[in-house]
């Protein structure tokens, strides 16, 4: 059964803090991405990879970064948080030819 | 880049009656699409996909159509149950590579 997971399910965060998101798949995907999910707006790509330390940017990768070290890891970051990053991210992984499998996804806050 | 629209935004439904939600895309090199269901707290889930080389796919009560000519694909549900009503997805990729994503569809089924 494939899983993916993030690291929290809820987080709230200030102004200005850096921020690290986790995600760790187990089925040994080579594709992984990070999106937003906003009311209205759907899902929205901020970044992916497809191989380890390879990185390509989505549509909204202003303020973010990632980093993948392992290929089960994608980790997202925000360098510093402001509160216009306050959504849901989810954190997907898929073989290079196959179906996404999504995270349950981390509701973050910045106040 | 993709544009993906998907409508209608909420559709409410009685149990027993077919729910039909609408997708349209702008990139004619698409050839994958995916739709997916979010139940409340979760990460959205594959709930079947169809390839440009076909033009209908069915699995039991959910069935996805595709006009290339046209640009648009739907999600058909029959006999629609209350463990249907979610938000549903869909989305549009050209070879499996970024994922674009409809703004969502919210169905409730009332028994």
């Known amino acids: 059964d494939v899983k993916v997971t993030q690291s929290s399910r809820y987080l709230v965060k200030r102004t200005g803090e850096k921020v690290f998101l986790e995600c760790v798949q187990d089925?040994?995907?080579?594709?992984m991405f990070w999106y937003r999910q906003d009311p209205g707006l759907g899902l929205r790509l901020i970044y992916f990879?497809?191989?380890?330390?390879?990185?390509e940017k989505g549509d909204i990768p202003e303020g973010y970064s990632v980093s993948r070290e392992k290929k089960e890891r994608f980790s997202l970051i925000l360098e510093s948080a402001s509160t216009n990053q306050t959504s849901m991210y989810l954190c997907?992984?898929?073989?290079?030819?196959?179906?996404?499998?999504f995270g349950p996804g981390t509701r973050l806050t910045v106040t | 880049g993709e544009n993906v629209e998907q409508h209608p935004s909420t559709l409410s439904v009685q149990e027993g009656d077919s729910a039909v939600i609408k997708c349209t895309y702008s990139?004619?090199?698409?050839?994958?699409f995916p739709w997916y269901k979010q139940e409340l707290g979760k990460g959205p889930q594959l709930i079947i996909d169809?390839?440009?080389?076909?033009g209908e796919k069915k699995d039991q009560r959910i069935a996805v159509t595709l006009n290339k000519t046209a640009k648009h694909f739907s999600l058909h549900i029959t006999e629609t149950q209350p463990e249907d009503s979610a938000v549903y997805f869909c989305?549009?990729?050209?070879?499996?590579?970024?994922?674009?994503f409809g703004s969502g569809t919210k169905l409730n089924v009332k028994p």
């Open positions: 989305a549009a990729s050209t070879n499996f590579n970024k994922f674009y």
């Open positions: 990139d004619s090199a698409s050839n994958y």
């Open positions: 997907a992984s898929s073989p290079p030819v196959g179906e996404q499998y």
């Open positions: 990879s497809y191989d380890v330390k390879m990185k």
């Open positions: 169809i390839r440009s080389n076909v």
């Open positions: 089925m040994d995907h080579e594709n």
